[in-house]
Nanobody
Framework: QVQLVESGGGLVQAGGSLRLSCAAS????????MGWFRQAPGKEREFVAAITWSGGRTDYAEFVKGRFTISRDNAKNTVYLQMHSLKPEDTAGYYC????????????????WGQGTQVTVSS
């Protein structure tokens, strides 16, 4: 069983930056595709970014391309989401997830989920 714990959320002004971290334990981190999703109040959870086990492939939602970067450190069992040029519409709970597939971007393909960290962007 994989446990995922997110951190790094907070309140930031529009145009600012944050880096989210997700620490994994209880599994073989380096074999999982890792992803970030987000859910704003009253909205469905949506895909943000994903990275393959080696880091050789990354996928992004169109609305974060050029602003967010996903990365991972397999030695530290941690995946990161660097967020720049934040907008008020980026306000949401951000969730880390792990998939046993080789490539994954859809929620149903992720097997383990963290509890989330809140990001609030003020205008």
């Amino acid at each position: 069983q994989v446990q995922l714990v997110e951190s790094g959320g907070g309140l930031v002004q529009a145009g600012g930056s944050l880096r989210l971290s997700c620490a994994a334990s209880g599994g073989t981190f380096s074999t999982y595709v890792m992803g970030w999703f987000r859910q704003a109040p009253g909205k469905e959870r949506e895909f943000v970014a994903a990275i393959t086990w080696s880091g050789g492939r990354t996928d992004y939602a169109e609305f974060v391309k050029g602003r967010f970067t996903i990365s991972r450190d397999n030695a530290k069992n941690t995946v990161y989401l660097q967020m720049h040029s934040l907008k008020p519409e980026d306000t949401a709970g951000y969730y880390c997830a792990a998939s046993r597939l080789a490539i994954a971007t859809m929620q149903r393909n992720f097997d383990y989920w963290g509890q989330g960290t809140q990001v609030t962007v003020s205008s």
